[in-house]
DNA sequence: CGCCAACTTGATGGCTGTCAAGTCAGGTGG
DNA sequence: CCACCTGACTTGACAGCCATCAAGTTGGCG
């Protein structure tokens, strides 16, 4: 399952001699329905196409393959076109951590930057698709185009936020609280995406819930079930309807 | 305990032209003993006065003054010359989670990159030193030296490397663990410095310790004095000594 | 010298983990 | 088309780790 599709857009040249996509298959972040998720609203027509001449290939996944294991070379960012996937650490005795769900219009891979290798998996949860982003390219783009080197800087610093916001739920909150909070992002996150707030598909286990809040399996299944007594949420398996927004949020910060 | 005392360089001009550092108590990156910590081995020379304008003060901290605070306006990265900091995040209902521990030559307020605010508090542990670093000037500077903007990119990268095993550490890791996973983490730092790998003073408090790992005092007070009775280290309040770092590398593994 | 924050240590309890048994749902093959 | 199979999920019983509450001790600082 790790064989992927890959796509590509234009000839491997030398980075600063590619050539901007075209076809009608072909990448169109000027069209894309996810550019106000991955690009910055200052960028101005005139560097729009330069700006699409960072997508170097698409590649598909199906679900279950890995968009890339720790170790791998890196290379490249990818910028989710359609999917869901997930981020994990693995450590020196095997464990695994669930570090974060990728949707659309977010970036996979910054965790390589540092040491040019990635520092863990991301690995497709359902059939995905994502934009491969040389990042040799992104930082030659940047260094022209401000616009660019700034938004490269913001989804770097906003990656650290999201992060202490984890280790705050983790270190500080009990397993309500991580659960309640962990529902809301995901209502947050599918809200700016178009989708319903309150009734979604969770496209990851019990137990990559509980991973990623540092729970058992069995604890995140009783709490859907309080949760789903107490009248807050209706759950069947992976479908969760939410009841009571305002009743999560209280519990988030109790 | 929010005033400090700032030493101002150069005359603040415009930070295109704004002049190095020169005189006998000014800060030298070239001669600063934790340049390989801050820099890129790649600058060379002819780079290294342009470099050092990037350094527009120093600022003096005394123990428990803020460097900064969440919510405060963001406009520099700070770079420690000498001392002791501990960075925090805060909740809705006040719960404070400390997120990170820094000593000379790591850099400070990456998270304020993204949302014009810095995102969390950072309080000296002890009387401090730092390099205020404009952020506007080293995106300039990066524009136009690929090295700083590279270093830049991995300074980033790898604080999202450290967040993430701070995630594995709390998501999945027990109390003993925790506690060995931090002292040898700390030990390793300091080695880095030309300290004593096994024989260093703790700047902070058990409680802040416990915030950092999830715990609490009581418990971070208990492995203390466990690990004592194992052998593995010497303890006496806030000096701490290391009598078996495999002992304690076998524990972090379990 | 005295005060107070920081720390240690003990007793107890509760939250969440562990182990176990059973249910459910979706996919596959006969 | 249906039965089976398997991974995912739910629920119960129990246990253990760590939190909580409490009482004292230490040491740094004014």
Chains 1, 2 share one sequence.
Do not use: W
Not at 57 to 76: I, P, Q, V, Y
Not at 125 to 141: G, K, Q, R
């Amino acid at each position: 399952m790790q064989t992927a599709t890959i796509t590509r857009l234009s000839p491997r040249q030398s980075p600063a001699t590619m050539q901007p996509a075209s076809g009608k298959h072909e990448t169109n972040c000027t069209s894309c329905n996810l550019r106000e998720l991955c690009l910055p609203k200052q960028i101005v027509d005139s560097d729009m196409a330069r700006v699409e001449q960072l997508v170097f290939a698409r590649r598909r996944l199906k679900r279950g393959d890995f968009l890339f294991k720790a170790g791998d070379e890196f290379n490249s960012l990818y910028a989710i076109r359609s999917g869901f996937l997930k981020t994990t650490v693995l450590n020196a005795d095997g464990r695994e951590q669930v570090t974060g769900f990728q949707m659309g219009g977010e970036l996979l891979g910054l965790d390589g930057i540092g040491g040019g290798r990635y520092n863990g998996n991301a690995v497709a949860l359902e059939d995905s698709e994502v934009c491969v982003l040389p990042f040799a390219l992104i930082e030659e783009l940047g260094r022209e185009i401000p616009a660019i080197q700034r938004n490269l800087h913001s989804v770097l610093s906003r990656e650290i936020v999201r992060d202490h916001g984890v280790m705050m739920l983790l270190g500080s909150m009990s397993a309500e609280e991580r659960l309640a909070a962990f529902l809301l992002n995901l209502s947050r996150r599918f809200t700016a995406r178009g989708y319903s707030a309150s009734d979604f598909h969770l496209r990851m286990t019990r137990e990559e819930i509980g991973s990623y809040l540092g729970l058992k399996l069995e604890t995140v299944s009783r709490l859907f079930s309080r949760f789903h007594a107490d009248g807050l949420i209706e759950v069947q398996q992976k479908h969760v309807r939410i009841l009571d927004i305002p009743g999560l949020e209280a519990l988030r910060r109790n």
